[in-house]
């Protein structure tokens, strides 16, 4: 398949669905042009993991929010509505895969660490045509591909939403607004809870504890903001800390790097699947 602009990719999955295309899985290129775009919510039968090579995505689900970097991506169940907005020029691949087939991790939405060998085989096979023959060549290189995003590791870029109304309302206000200093007891009397209630009901609903939440929505806020050209100070400032060294040490407790070190990890060339393999000279590869 040819690779995907902005201009056509909601046009494509208007006259294209690739529900009805009968193989395990499908790869589609995807490219985005300048300036931020996005696609609203809708769902497809078939799972769905959206790679980054370029730019960073982020997908919205009832579930929770992913926030995709380069090398990274975000796995969609099939059934579930999700929306997907993309900032700056952005590229990567959009690949579908039929129930059953694989699933990484369970629960409708995750961040997954895409490692060199997935990558790789994402560009080899991304050129295949739709309906490739399952059963010579191009087939096992698909199942290659099934087995490796079966494997694929989670990533801790993922906000999970609380199912309860009251928790959900002041998630919803803090993702709004999520420069907001106010005290746990504050909350509570705000959404008709106890602390201690509010407290164990958002841990068992998310996974998280309050501020451990607030800290992942600020570094996935941070994400997307930095990758918009935004100055780490300016970034600070908008998520109400003290000053940029502030915002950088909460950062790197979270993520083990720094903003800056961290987006330019992404950012850089791979490296090779296997560093120590090299072509013979005058072999073709």
């Known amino acids: ?28 290129p995807m490219q985005s042009g300048p300036g931020d775009w996005g696609m609203d919510f809708h769902a497809h039968r078939k799972s769905q993991l959206m790679v980054t090579n370029v730019g960073l995505i982020t997908l919205e689900t009832d579930a929770g929010v992913c926030v995709v970097p380069p090398r990274s991506a975000a796995w969609i169940e099939g059934g579930m509505p999700h929306r997907v907005s993309f900032s700056g020029a952005a590229s990567g691949y959009i690949v579908f895969v039929a129930a059953g087939a694989a699933r990484p991790m369970t629960g409708p939405c995750h961040a997954l660490a895409v490692s060199p060998f997935l990558s790789a085989l994402l560009e080899r096979v991304q050129a295949l045509p739709q309906h490739y023959r399952v059963d010579d060549g191009d087939g096992r290189l698909m199942q290659v591909l099934i ?29 709004a607004e999520p420069q907001l200093q106010v005290r746990l007891a504050d909350w509570a009397q705000r959404i008709g809870m106890s602390e201690r209630s509010m407290t164990r009901l958002f841990l068992a609903e998310t996974g998280l504890t309050v501020n ?34 502030a915002f950088v ?37």
Request: hydrophobic share 40%.
């Open 147 to 175: 087995d490796e995003i079966q494997a694929a590791q989670p990533e801790g870029l993922h906000l999970p939403m609380p199912r309860d109304r009251r928790l959900r309302r002041m998630a919803s206000t803090l993702c």
């Open 212 to 245: 451990q939440w607030r800290r992942q929505l600020h570094v996935l806020t941070a994400l997307q903001q930095l990758s918009e050209g935004q100055r780490i100070q300016t970034v600070a400032d908008a998520l109400g800390y003290e000053s940029a060294p």
């Open 249 to 285: 040490t909460m950062f790197r407790k979270a993520v083990g790097s720094s903003p800056r070190r961290f987006l330019a990890q992404r950012r850089a060339p791979l490296q090779p699947a296997w560093p120590g393999l090299r072509p013979v000279s005058g072999a073709s590869v």
């Open 1 to 28: 398949m040819n690779a995907v602009d902005e201009a056509s990719l909601q046009d494509r999955f208007g006259m294209w669905d690739p529900d009805q295309v009968d193989r395990p899985v499908i790869v589609l």
